[in-house]
């Protein structure tokens, strides 16, 4: 049997097939041989389309079965009359029947006729008005939906003083990693501190290391430290730099060349170091009150935040000086961050809610005396009024911070934020007259 037979024995088994109609009028192909030719070595196959109606709904089918094809003619031409007249059609029980798309039909005076509902409006700009408020509303939807977030202009921080600009706001500068090619474990930083000109000297606890960088992410090399020593918290002197490691402060040159050490008490794990204003004393947190000792290695003075009266009330663990000569700390009994001056006595303090119920972490000064806060668990940075008082967020996730540690002050115009997993962020503070 030859392909053309075959295909000839199978279209004679299809002609009598019933073919289901789809459900909205379409045209069926139909394959079948020509009735001409009668060969049977040669087979002409005629192509044709016919089109199918579809099946009407069970009621209609009920309301019109009766009369077959003559009702339905008898109804095309009571609809043309109808159509003609302006009125509405009826159904053969009197009641007026719905337009199938309710769309107004055009009378002979050129009127519109509408239904209830419907406004007076053709049927073609209808659907113009539709498919174009379709598209602008779809424009206007993902309009600005993948416009990509910069770091270089972030919203204000403070929710009181939202768009006021009243405030200090950060610019992302730049971003580097700490560990270098020597380095045997992941840094650990746990220090910050200005050192030279637009340089930063990070402890790294885990490494055993000070190291130098640039604000642009450029290592500069290492300052030496003792066999043996971890250096905690770090602050640069006059040609010095302090540091201490476990209960011990230590100042050294930048050579490494240890000038004195002074044993500090076991009752604190780590001792906060900051250096005053004026570059030539270092304060050091100590069982709840701050010493400060001279480029010499004397005792200079000793005081509470607070007073006597706070003895034994007070867990320093961050502390730094404002360029007013103040000491801002970080108090992990209280639960809150204080503001003193030179003598101890209070000049303000917070303990709200701004702080998410975390430990308030490393603070910072700028050369405007706000206070910027770190709260790593939210990852955050707040912004302080030099008295203490919350103003809102000033860093946040949005700019990159994932658990931030440490941070510092840089010029008085650059906050170097440290995280957890090694990283420095940099950021350009404007202050509101600039």
């Known amino acids: 049997l030859s ?9 004679r088994q299809l002609q009598g097939c019933p073919q289901t109609p789809a459900p909205a009028p379409c045209l069926w192909p139909q394959l079948e041989l020509h009735p001409g030719l009668l060969d049977k070595n040669c087979h002409l196959l005629r192509l044709s389309f016919e089109e199918q109606q579809p099946r009407k709904d069970a009621g209609k089918d009920r309301a019109g079965s009766q009369g ?17 007249s302006g009125a509405q059609p009826q159904g053969r029980d009197g009641a007026q029947t719905p337009k199938e798309d309710n769309a107004p039909m055009p009378r002979e005076d050129g009127a519109q006729t509408r239904d209830e509902e419907q406004a007076p ?10 498919q174009r408020g379709g598209r602008s509303n779809k424009k206007r939807k993902f309009k600005g939906r993948f416009k990509s977030i910069s770091r270089e202009s972030s919203p204000a921080p403070g929710p009181n003083l939202e768009g006021s600009g009243l405030l200090p706001r950060p610019f992302f500068s730049c971003s580097f990693p700490t560990r270098m090619p020597g380095d045997k474990r992941s840094p650990r930083i746990t220090g910050l501190c ?8 990070v402890a790294d606890e885990q490494n055993r290391a000070l190291k130098r960088f640039s604000l642009n992410g450029d290592y500069k090399g290492a300052v030496p430290v003792p066999e043996g020593c971890s250096p905690c918290s770090v602050a640069a002197l006059q040609g010095a730099v302090a540091f201490s490691a476990g209960a011990r402060l230590y100042l050294i040159s930048p050579d490494g060349e240890v000038q004195w050490r002074r044993a500090l008490s076991l009752s604190q794990a780590s ?17 709840g009150h701050v010493e400060v000792y001279n480029m010499e290695g004397s005792l200079a003075t000793r005081f ?11 867990a320093l663990v961050f502390l730094t000086t404002s360029p007013q000569g103040n000491f801002v700390g970080s108090d992990w009994q209280q639960n809150s961050v204080v503001v003193c001056d030179g003598l101890g006595q209070v000049m303000g303090e917070y303990r709200g809610p701004g702080l998410h119920g975390c430990q308030p972490g490393s603070v910072s000064v700028d050369k405007k005396g706000y206070i910027f806060l770190t709260l790593r668990e939210v990852n955050k940075v707040v912004i302080l009024d030099p008295k203490g008082s919350l103003l809102g967020d000033f860093l946040t996730a949005y700019h990159g911070l994932e ?13 170097v934020v440290s995280l957890s997993n090694g990283t420095i962020h940099v950021f350009r503070v404007r202050s509101p007259d600039s």
């Open 3 to 11: 392909l053309e037979g075959a295909i000839a024995q199978r279209l």
């Open 271 to 287: 001792h906060a170091v900051a250096a005053l204003p004026s570059g030539d004393r270092v304060a050091v947190s100590v069982a």
């Open 304 to 314: 509470i935040p607070g007073g006597k009266a706070s003895r034994g009330q007070r």
């Open 194 to 201: 200005p050192f030279g000109l637009r340089e930063i000297l």
């Open 403 to 415: 658990k931030p540690r440490v941070t510092t002050m840089v010029d008085g115009r650059y906050l």
């Open 121 to 130: 409006t053709p049927r073609e700009d209808v659907g113009s008005q539709t």
């Open 68 to 84: 077959g094809e003559e009702t339905q003619s008898q109804e095309e031409d009571v609809a043309k009359v109808e159509r003609q």
